[in-house]
């Protein structure tokens, strides 16, 4: 699976758009983006994921380049409760891939 | 949504003894389980996959011996650390997907709220 790189940390004002970036510039065609995060002292939460199309649900927008190099989650107003450590994850779509986690960003929402 | 349940949330164990770890899907079944282990500031790392009526698959370093796994139906797999020593004290998660999905379908994976170990 081709690996992310993902800046450590970031900050946020509470009510602001939060904007993670994700590298993936070594991604191949039937693999899948996905992004969880874990807060503080949980199991890992599901976000949102995609292909080459961007996505949108409930929680999160997901932006993926055209190149699909690099991809992008947004979290539209973000919350002091979605401060917590944010995963990019690529996995081929065969089968049930066991997921491996790189380090992620932390995402500090301020009041 | 589906949801992935361990049991227990914590638990405090003497050097030496062994501790049972259960993992359940709640609402669906699954399979293949994943079991991980998370240190304090680090990220999850992947011990095995346990495989509902064959063994488990453990990633190079983890000690088949001293992680047993046992996935003796579709929605319950367990982990028991034997032989506890303080080195394994730490946070162990679970996850899963629904193998009603289907294999070659993209779902999410489902994580339990971990165990947290602590080994004196």
């Known amino acids: 699976d081709a690996k992310t790189t993902q800046p450590t940390s970031m900050d946020c004002a509470e009510g602001r758009a939060a904007n993670l970036p994700c590298n993936h510039s070594?991604?191949?065609?039937?693999?899948?983006v996905y992004w969880y995060r874990q807060i503080h002292s949980q199991g890992p939460q599901y976000i949102i994921h995609?292909?080459?199309n961007n996505e949108t649900n409930e929680m999160a927008s997901l932006i993926i380049t055209e190149d699909r190099k690099s991809s992008t989650l947004i979290l539209p107003h973000a919350t002091l409760r979605d401060t917590a450590v944010y995963y990019c994850?690529?996995?081929?779509?065969?089968?049930?891939?066991?997921?491996?986690f790189g380090t992620g960003t932390r995402l500090l929402v301020s009041p | 949504g589906a949801v992935v349940s361990q049991h227990p949330s914590w638990v405090i164990c003497k050097s030496g003894t062994s501790v049972k770890i259960e993992c359940r899907s709640l609402?669906?079944?699954?399979?293949?389980m994943f079991w991980y282990r998370q240190f304090p500031k680090q990220s999850l790392m992947l011990m095995a996959t346990?495989?509902?009526?064959?063994?488990?698959?453990?990633e190079q370093g983890v000690e088949k011996d001293k992680f047993l796994i046992n996935h003796a139906s579709l929605t319950l797999s367990t982990l028991t650390v034997t032989s506890a020593h303080p080195e394994d004290s730490s946070f162990y998660i679970c996850?899963?997907?629904?193998?009603?999905?289907?294999?070659?379908?993209?779902?999410?994976?489902?994580f339990g709220q971990g165990t947290r170990l602590t080994v004196v």
């Open positions: 996850s899963a997907r629904d193998s009603t999905a289907g294999r070659g379908m993209n779902t999410e994976a489902f």
């Open positions: 070594t991604i191949s065609g039937n693999e899948y």
């Open positions: 609402d669906f079944q699954a399979t293949t």
């Open positions: 346990s495989n509902e009526g064959s063994k488990a698959t453990y």
């Open positions: 995609g292909l080459k």
């Open positions: 994850i690529v996995l081929r779509d065969t089968g049930f891939q066991k997921l491996v």
